[in-house]
């Protein structure tokens, strides 16, 4: 439990997160900070998730972003 004492994200779920960048940046902005498809055509919260979530190097690359 000590290793998260300084971890802001202990304890947020990727849902929360992501709705969080959503409300602050819009789609938009997310597209075109993050560039993916998810994010870009037709983007919903489900969507997304379900893309960074199963989606190897999305798991990999996601963890910079959060």
């Known amino acids: 439990m000590s290793e998260q ?3 802001p ?3 947020k779920t ?3 997160i992501l709705n969080f960048l959503v409300e602050k940046y819009g789609w938009e902005e997310l597209g075109d900070r993050i560039p ?3 994010f870009i055509h037709d983007p919903s919260i489900k969507s997304s998730l379900t893309f960074l979530k199963k989606t190897p190097w ?3 690359r996601w963890r910079i972003f959060i």
């Open 9 to 11: 994200l202990h304890g």
């Open 14 to 16: 990727l849902e929360a």
């Open 36 to 38: 993916v498809n998810c």
């Open 5 to 7: 004492i300084n971890n």
């Open 58 to 60: 999305a798991r990999k």
